[in-house]
């Protein structure tokens, strides 16, 4: 019977802290059941597209790596994805990682399932994270997920009392059912909040391959669109892509949602802050963290280890004053996290 690790993704996410990672220049394909060192290196981090420097997902993993490096005194790395890379050259890159020594080796992003499936039933005594998927049943994997649905309600009950003409948008990087999630709660928590607010959706992509969480000027021309249309908050789940969307929302003096991390703290985007009402945030950071420790401390979690508003695994940021101060917002904010929490709102995931 596969296990379900007990230990809850803790705290909420704070913003990416800048770090140095190596990269990983191996290429082995060696099907070795065993390490080849007992010293364990640290974790292994493989990037989701978009890679470090997105200011939003990956920068988030990064950051758990980082805090388990100086707690640990690891040397961890990590790894960049390739433009059009195969199952297969994932199953090299994690397979080069495993064989090395790192332990766990985590994929950043669903895109690593399959990798992530054959790799861990070839490296048995290495423990495997993958974040936003929960197929994988294996002993030595922890599938790192989250309710981003949740954390879109909030961000979606957020734009229905900020705007001012009543149409507001969303913007998805790729057409998959992850992304389908955010849509969804964000959707459900406008309605809820406030009647009349008309939803504008657009996905930039159907695949991640074609550029729809990696391509900021996706997001740009699509965050145009809608607030052309009239659209005078915008949120964005669309990784890299994102970082368009708040320079559109930033040059037209509307309001931007971030997603994963709190992007009014990241520096890139620090030219844009203003406009940056809030963020829905899913705790990367903790759950890269948290496996790491588990590994540690010789009880590697396994299972599915769930994010959730309950268990400070997602959350809306107030890093901006002018949404922390605005007391119909929070006010509106606290209602429905707690009837999130209570049982009395069931966000939709679709």
Same mark, same amino acid.
């Given at each position: ?96 990682? /495993? ?224 949404? /922390? ?26």
């Amino acid at each position: 019977m596969r296990r379900v690790s007990r230990i809850a993704v803790a705290g909420v996410a704070t913003a990416a802290l800048a770090v140095t990672v190596s990269a990983c220049g191996s290429s082995s394909t060696s099907s070795s059941s065993s390490n080849s060192s007992d010293k364990n290196l640290g974790l292994a981090l493989a990037y989701d597209v978009g890679g470090k420097g997105d200011q939003s997902f990956n920068d988030a993993a990064t950051a758990g790596l980082d805090k388990a490096d100086k707690e640990f005194g690891y040397k961890s790395t990590a790894v960049e994805p390739q433009d059009g890379e195969s199952d297969a050259d994932k199953v090299q890159r994690l397979e080069s990682l /495993a064989k090395q020594g790192y332990n766990p080796v985590i994929g950043v992003g669903f895109a690593y399932a399959p990798a992530v499936k054959e790799v861990a039933a070839k490296y048995p005594k290495t423990t495997f994270g993958i974040v936003d998927d929960e197929q994988i049943k294996a002993d030595n994997v922890a599938d790192l997920v989250f309710h981003e649905e949740q954390a879109s309600y909030l961000a979606g009950v957020a734009a229905a009392k900020a705007t001012k003409t009543n149409t507001v948008g969303f913007v998805g990087g790729v057409d998959v059912p992850l992304i389908h999630k955010f849509e969804a709660g964000f959707k459900q928590g406008v309605e809820d909040t406030k009647k009349g607010v008309t939803v504008k959706s657009q996905y930039l992509t159907e695949t991640a391959a074609e550029g729809g969480f990696s391509s900021p000027d996706k997001g740009e021309s699509a965050a145009e669109g809608q607030i052309d249309a009239g659209a005078d908050v915008v949120y964005a789940a669309a990784g890299l892509s994102g970082q368009g969307v708040i320079k559109a929302a930033n040059a037209h003096k509307v309001w931007a949602i971030g997603v994963d991390s709190d992007q009014y703290k990241q520096d890139a985007l620090k030219a844009y802050k203003d406009s940056i009402l809030t963020s829905a945030m899913k705790n990367v950071e903790g759950a890269v963290y948290t496996l790491a420790k588990s590994v540690k401390d010789g009880k590697p979690a396994t299972g599915v280890v769930r994010g959730s508003l309950e268990n400070g695994g997602v959350s809306v940021s107030d890093s901006n004053p002018a949404f /922390a101060s605005n007391t119909a917002i929070q006010d509106a904010i606290k209602k429905a996290e707690e009837g999130i929490k209570n049982g009395t709102i069931t966000v939709k995931t679709s």
